[in-house]
Each structure stands twice: as structure tokens, then as C-alpha cells.
């Protein structure tokens, strides 16, 4: 009965991290939204290609978007940088808080509209960019997550102290956990074999030299996932 009790527990308060995880996201999704139709970002992409010849048109350009790109950076405290890769392939980036490795928006450009990618230090929203009213591609924009932000919200659900929480997306990699240091690697057992699309929990698993029940969380809307032990 008590192990009953405490399952039902910690399903409530997974279910309230996760909810303030599946807001933050979508908070972010929506500024790339709204990046995608900022009446400047799409004048200064359709317009790029004609000023190639002119140094200082261009420049001011450069600049126009860069501090677009810088305000809705300091939109969201969990936004760390933002990089428009255009067509053209010029590039612009507005950097909130330095990073290492830097930003790359080319590692993670693939042919779909918007998606989530996780690398070694990065986390990062990628959503294509239309020119309105023809829905012609103006190239891509990348928002980069400040992976600590979502380990806080995360953090709350850890009560012994003595485990580990993770935030993973839905290969199993990790986006969010006490270290910075693994995000991006992949789960490593016994949390990869408890790892699946449906919540569930997995009682006496051995870590180390102790046992501990492994929580699987059910997918928040983009398919992350919460593992606690």
C-alpha cells in the first residue's frame, strides 16, 4: 500500500514538472513563431539577395536583425542565443550568454518545418522560415536553450536527494540532468532499458551497489520524457 501511495505521489508531481516543461516549450515554440513573422526578418530576407553589392545597405541589415533577434532573446530567460541561417546561407546570431561550443545552425539543419534537436551542450529549436503570402523558404532559424533552466524546473521532483532526474527527449538522449556535462549522451543502463514511450514504474533495479525504483514519464507534446530514480 505504501509503495502504492508513493507511486500516486510522485505521478501527481511529475505531472505538474512536466506540465511547467511542456509550457516552457511551447513558450519557446512560440517565439520562433513569431521570429517567422516579424514584418523585418521577412522584408530583410526577401531584400538580401539585392543588396549583396552594397556594403553598408547590408550591414544595416545585419544589424535590423540582430536586434530583433536580441529582443525576443530577452523574451525568455531560458533562450541563451538565436541564429537565422537564410537561404543565401549568410548568417545571423544574436548571443545572450557565451557558450561553449558555440552555436553552429548548420549541424542541425534537416528538411522539416520545426523540431528539437540535442547535441553535446546544445539544445535546440529549429524551425523553417516562410516568406508570407507565398510560403517561400527563407531559410531557417535556430533558438538555443539554456539547458540549466530546464534542469531547475526538473530539479523539484528529486525529494530523497539521493537519485537522479533526467530530462530526455525521445531517443533516450539526455536534455536536462545535475550535470551539464551529459547532455546530449544517451541514457546508459539500467535507465535505458526502463526508457519507453509509456509511463510506467520499475521497482528493486540495482545502481550500484543499492536499489532504487526507476520512474518513466509519459511524453510532454514534442515526445520529451522525464526519468527519475
Known amino acids: 500500500i505504501l509503495a502504492v501511495k508513493t507511486n500516486d505521489y510522485l505521478k501527481n508531481l511529475a505531472s505538474v514538472t512536466l506540465s511547467k516543461i511542456d509550457s516552457t516549450v511551447t513558450d519557446i515554440e512560440n517565439v520562433a513563431f ?5 514584418d523585418t ?3 530583410s530576407l526577401k531584400s538580401e539577395q539585392e543588396l549583396s553589392d552594397d556594403r553598408l545597405a547590408y550591414y544595416r541589415l545585419h544589424s535590423n536583425i540582430r536586434e530583433i533577434l536580441s529582443s525576443y532573446a530577452l523574451l525568455r530567460q531560458e533562450i541563451n542565443a538565436i541564429s537565422i541561417r537564410s537561404d543565401s546561407g549568410r548568417e545571423y546570431t544574436y548571443t545572450k ?7 553552429d545552425i548548420r549541424e542541425y539543419i534537416r528538411s522539416e ?3 528539437w534537436e540535442v547535441s553535446k551542450g546544445h539544445i535546440v529549436l529549429m524551425k523553417k522560415l516562410y516568406g508570407f503570402p507565398y510560403k517561400d523558404s527563407l531559410g531557417y532559424v535556430a533558438l538555443d536553450v539554456n539547458e540549466k533552466s530546464l534542469y531547475d524546473i526538473i530539479s523539484d521532483i528529486d525529494l530523497s536527494q539521493t537519485g537522479n532526474v533526467f530530462l530526455v527527449n525521445e531517443e533516450g538522449r539526455i536534455l536536462a540532468a545535475s550535470s551539464r556535462s551529459l547532455t546530449g549522451e544517451l541514457l546508459e543502463e539500467p535507465y535505458i532499458s526502463c526508457f519507453g514511450e509509456k509511463e ?3 521497482r528493486d ?3 550500484g551497489d543499492q536499489y532504487y525504483s526507476i520512474y518513466n514519464s ?3 507534446s514534442n515526445g520529451w520524457h522525464m526519468m527519475r530514480s
Open 205 to 207: 533495479v540495482k545502481i
Open 41 to 43: 526578418i521577412q522584408t
Open 200 to 202: 510506467a514504474f520499475y
Open 97 to 103: 550568454i557565451r557558450i561553449s561550443p558555440p552555436l
Open 113 to 115: 518545418n520545426q523540431y
Open 218 to 220: 509519459a511524453a510532454i
Open 34 to 38: 513569431y521570429i517567422n513573422g516579424n
